[in-house]
């Protein structure tokens, strides 16, 4: 299997690297669109900010062929709130394969949300064999709200999308990748899907 992860110098590429050759695969890290386009599976990972991520996306032309991706998609928390249609980050458009804006945590509660929280109302075969309020691992800021595309929700000071869904595009807000064996459990869904 051919597993392309997008590189658009966003950081975090590494541990999905790791990740992957603990499932027994291997991922090229790569923003070769024709290496892209020949993935069976593409990861798009993501920690970053919102503004200068969608410039390398832009600047690489990235954001031009990632929404016309017709194999499975996975964006993990940058890459995830980036598939959206805006996020209030820097004030960034998205690539809007998700009909969602991005908002930030309230001055309420400790930002970012950093450490372990639960998913819930699990809707997708991404979630195979994983239980009801397991435990992600997750550091984010900013947040997608509930909407049609919601796969799983998460709270913290209110309920949101922890995992999106349209199609062939999966968005996960928590890292999979270092989310123990339930996180590995994950992305093997998403490899056999």
Known sequence: MKIAIIDYGAGN??????ALERLGFEGIVTNDWNTIKSA?????PGVGEASSAMKML???GLDVLIPTLKQPVLGICLGMQLMCKHSEEGDTNGLGIF???VVKFSNEVK????????????KS????EIKENEFMYLVHSYYAPLSENTIATTSYEQEYSTALQRDNFF???????K???FGEQILKNFLNL
């Open 171 to 177: 968005g996960v807000q928590f890292h999979p990748e």
């Open 99 to 101: 009909d969602v804006n």
């Open 13 to 18: 590429v590494q541990s999905v690297i790791f």
């Open 111 to 122: 930002v970012p949300q950093m450490g372990w929280n639960t998913i819930y109302n699990l």
């Open 125 to 128: 075969p991404l979630f195979k």
């Open 179 to 181: 989310s123990g064996l």
């Open 40 to 44: 069976d599976k593409i990861i798009f």
């Open 58 to 60: 832009v600047d690489s």
